[in-house]
């Protein structure tokens, strides 16, 4: 009886949810170049999420769509990967997940496509494999167009239409020219969309220079090329979906959609992105938090993560109704933002110095 009704008292005021993300581990089997697992190698704490963890967020995953088992690492190297598709499966929500592509056996595909899988997001760095083995290091692009054919293949052998195939491609100044090969890529794997994105998470100065955002001056001839691209996939039913190559120094909004989702971290703490998120930070010997620094518009700040609070002590409802909590997303509430800068509310520090919330 006491169950029933902390059950039902929770429910009043429960968040109505676009997404909820779980990172279901900080494991990864690729170096990508522009990754803090690699930069900061030395700190990174490895970690799996358990069953009992994510079993603390399934009573509230009935307040969200999507459940998107991401975060920073590989979700398919967590040894319960399956077991988390199946639960969302089984509360009739759709899942999804990105990967690097490496571990799309014969074996693990069949399970996903049993089990309903809804979508599934591949991380390319460049349309051929001399540039996106040199940026995601690790992986090999080869073996990755070869796992997505063999998806494909079995996908149509079971007709079946998911999980949908989106590629995700980090744009950076070195391979931005191979997106004219994406969409025939995009056909021959039989993705559905693709996204193109850039690194909004600078933790070294050549990635830094890499950033198309701090090349100005050739961001018309980028958004050139991208509208072309954009324009060639839809004539052959493909999204292309990019984010500009400039900042929007006017944006009403955050691009993580932080006001209508939140993060499990793989810790259990509940944060608004995962670049907020504590596994960012890794560790030290002595437990205390190490410095973590990045590069914002030419200047080197602290990388502080936001926790509201951790989902074994308090449950999702609790921490989203938390009036700091509640302050942080009116920051990115539409309707005061553009009631101009005067009434505007201060943006919480991690947000000041976040191309995300510039439009990135």
Same mark, same amino acid.
């Given at each position: 009886?006491?169950?029933?009704?902390?059950?039902?008292?929770?429910?009043?005021?429960?968040?109505?949810?676009?997404?909820?993300?779980?990172?279901?581990?900080?494991?990864?089997?690729?170096?990508?170049?522009?990754?803090?697992?690699?930069?900061?190698?030395?700190?990174? +704490? #490895?970690?799996?999420?358990?069953?009992?963890?994510?079993? &603390? =967020?399934?009573?509230?995953? *009935?307040? %969200?769509?999507?459940?998107?088992l991401q975060g920073w690492g590989e979700p398919l190297l967590n040894p319960h990967i399956f077991e988390l598709i199946e639960t969302g499966k089984k509360?009739?929500?759709?899942?999804?997940?990105?990967?690097?592509?490496?571990?799309?056996?014969?074996?693990?595909?069949?399970?996903?496509?049993?089990?309903?899988?809804?979508?599934?997001?591949?991380?390319?760095?460049?349309?051929?494999?001399?540039?996106?083995?040199?940026?995601?290091?690790?992986?090999?692009? +080869? #073996?990755?167009?070869?796992?997505?054919?063999?998806?494909? &293949? =079995?996908?149509?052998?079971? *007709?079946? %239409?998911?999980?949908?195939?989106?590629?995700?491609?980090?744009?950076?100044?070195?391979?931005?020219?191979?997106?004219?090969?994406?969409?025939?890529?995009?056909?021959?794997?039989?993705?559905?969309?693709?996204?193109?994105?850039?690194?909004?998470?600078?933790?070294?100065?050549?990635?830094?220079?890499?950033?198309?955002?701090?090349?100005p001056d050739r961001a018309a001839a980028w958004r050139i090329l991208l509208e072309e691209i954009k324009t060639r996939a839809a004539s052959e039913n493909i999204v292309f979906a990019y984010r500009d190559p400039e900042p929007d120094l006017d944006f009403k909004s955050c691009t993580e959609?932080?006001?209508?989702?939140?993060?499990?971290?793989?810790?259990?703490?509940?944060?608004?992105?995962?670049?907020?998120?504590?596994?960012?930070?890794?560790?030290?010997?002595?437990?205390?938090?190490?410095?973590?620094?990045?590069?914002?518009?030419?200047?080197?700040?602290?990388?502080?993560?936001?926790?509201?609070?951790?989902?074994?002590?308090?449950?999702?409802?609790?921490?989203?109704?938390?009036?700091?909590?509640?302050?942080?997303?009116?920051?990115?509430?539409?309707?005061?933002?553009?009631?101009?800068?005067?009434?505007?509310?201060?943006?919480?520090?991690?947000?000041?110095?976040?191309?995300?919330?510039?439009?990135?």
């Open positions: 009886m006491i169950a029933w009704l902390k059950q039902k008292l929770d429910a009043i005021g429960s968040p109505s949810l676009d997404w909820i993300q779980v990172e279901t581990t900080t494991h990864c089997n690729s170096d990508c170049i522009y990754c803090p697992h690699t930069i900061q190698h030395s700190l990174w +704490e #490895k970690r799996h999420m358990s069953i009992e963890l994510f079993d &603390r =967020i399934v009573p509230y995953l *009935k307040y %969200t769509d999507l459940i998107y509360l009739g929500k759709r899942v999804g997940f990105t990967t690097n592509g490496m571990l799309l056996t014969e074996k693990s595909i069949g399970k996903l496509l049993d089990l309903g899988l809804d979508i599934i997001s591949i991380s390319l760095a460049g349309a051929t494999a001399l540039t996106h083995n040199r940026i995601r290091r690790g992986t090999d692009f +080869e #073996k990755i167009i070869t796992n997505l054919k063999r998806l494909s &293949r =079995i996908k149509s052998e079971k *007709k079946l %239409t998911k999980p949908a195939v989106h590629l995700s491609y980090l744009m950076l100044k070195s391979n931005v020219h191979e997106l004219k090969k994406i969409i025939s890529l995009a056909r021959k794997i039989a993705a559905d969309q693709v996204v193109a994105s850039h690194p909004a998470l600078l933790l070294d100065s050549r990635i830094s220079e890499q950033a198309l955002f701090n090349h959609n932080v006001a209508q989702a939140c993060v499990l971290s793989v810790g259990g703490e509940i944060c608004p992105c995962v670049y907020t998120n504590p596994s960012l930070i890794g560790k030290t010997p002595s437990n205390q938090t190490p410095a973590l620094y990045h590069l914002f518009q030419g200047q080197s700040v602290p990388l502080k993560p936001v926790s509201f609070g951790h989902i074994k002590t308090r449950s999702l409802t609790k921490i989203w109704n938390l009036k700091e909590y509640v302050d942080f997303r009116a920051c990115f509430n539409p309707e005061r933002m553009e009631a101009g800068p005067e009434v505007r509310p201060d943006l919480p520090a991690c947000c000041v110095t976040c191309y995300k919330r510039l439009g990135l």
